[in-house]
């Protein structure tokens, strides 16, 4: 990242959760060993930047998995200290958040500041009211599993690989939402819940199976539909309530399932309807991508908030 604009982004893609059929802690931080240096590597080669010239080194300090997160913290710290250049602690969550004004070339709309984000990924479910990059207010987040979780594990279910969003996402397209009822969660105020439609999916779908045999590969796209749609009712009428609340015109979409078509779809009709704006990063900045957090570190950068080298990573959500 140079002034704002992206020089490069390499996102290594761990294929050994799917493997395992979700995220095993150990293997993802020695896949994230195996990957840190050639992937470092490439992105400077790509970006044409020798790393003598590296003003600064921005690394996620959490929240997230404490194995990978630590692989990444050691390498930056390292680095910043061989350069001697300064490290910027970056937070995961407020990073997807960043996504929106990510500069590759490519114009398109972006929010102004203050806007309202959901932030949605396969660790947080958040409503998050931001002021600027470095002024952000969580307003809502969720009581139990995260949006991403919910489609994993229903994936799981139903013998899908991880991650399964994006496959819910695909077979949801061919299903009708209406061919099964789910639970719509009753949480007062902006907080989220997941954990009753993900209880009631899986209970709905071993239920049927042992009933009628090849239930769940048979009725594959009706399932997926009646549960995205579930975790979009719940997403949106969180969303129109805190809209409505904090009389807010602008609304960013952020996070893994942000890349949901569904989800996209549904939103941009919200936005007609409430008479707000809607954006949506580009898919490749919607799930985990460094560009996210280079972007986030050049503005605690610019604003001279240098993390010490003895920064730890932080595995939980903070503040
Ligand atoms: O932001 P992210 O890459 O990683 C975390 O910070 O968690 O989000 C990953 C999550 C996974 O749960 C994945 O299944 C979900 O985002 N996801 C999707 C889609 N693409 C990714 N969920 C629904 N529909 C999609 N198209
Ligand atoms: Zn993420």
Redesign the pocket.
């Known amino acids: 990242m140079a002034g704002g604009r992206l020089l490069s982004n390499v996102v290594a893609s761990q294929e050994v959760h799917a493997k395992w059929g979700g995220v095993v802690p150990e293997l993802a931080s020695r896949a994230h060993q195996e990957h840190i240096v050639p992937v470092v590597q490439e992105a400077l080669q790509k970006a044409g930047v020798a790393k003598e010239d590296l003003q600064a080194v921005a690394f996620t300090r959490g929240p997230?998995l404490i194995g990978a997160l630590l692989v990444g913290a050691c390498f930056a710290r390292t680095l910043a200290q061989a350069l001697q250049i300064p490290l910027l602690a970056v937070d995961?969550v407020q990073a997807?958040i960043m996504a929106h004004f990510i500069r590759d070339g490519q114009e398109r709309p972006q929010p102004s500041f203050p806007f309202l984000n959901l932030t949605v990924?396969?660790?947080?479910s958040q409503l998050v009211l931001v002021r600027s990059p470095l002024d952000m207010e969580v307003i809502g987040s969720t009581l139990d599993d995260?949006a991403?979780?919910a489609?994993?594990n229903g994936a799981k279910v139903l013998g899908l690989p991880y991650?399964?969003?994006?496959l819910?996402?695909r077979h949801a397209r061919s299903g009708d939402p209406a061919s099964f009822t789910l639970p719509k969660p009753a949480i007062p105020g902006l907080d989220l819940s997941f954990s009753g439609i993900k209880t009631a999916f899986v209970a709905l779908v071993q239920r049927e199976e042992l009933r009628t045999p090849g239930f769940r590969e048979n009725r594959r796209d009706d399932l997926c539909a009646a549960l995205q749609a579930a975790i979009i009712d719940h997403l949106v009428a969180k969303l129109r309530r805190a809209v409505r609340l904090h009389n807010i015109s602008q609304v960013g979409i952020a996070?893994?399932?942000a890349?949901?078509?569904g989800?996209r779809h549904r939103l941009q009709e919200f936005g007609r309807r409430e008479g707000v704006d809607v954006f949506f990063p580009p898919l490749a900045y919607?799930?985990?991508n460094a560009a996210m957090i280079a972007l986030a570190g050049q503005h605690l950068f610019a604003a001279g908030r240098f993390a010490p080298l003895d920064t730890v990573p932080l595995p939980r959500l903070h503040g």
């Open positions: 997230g995961h997807h990924s396969g660790g947080h995260a991403g979780e489609f994993d991650p399964g969003g994006p819910v996402d996070g893994g399932v890349a949901n078509s989800l919607c799930t985990d």
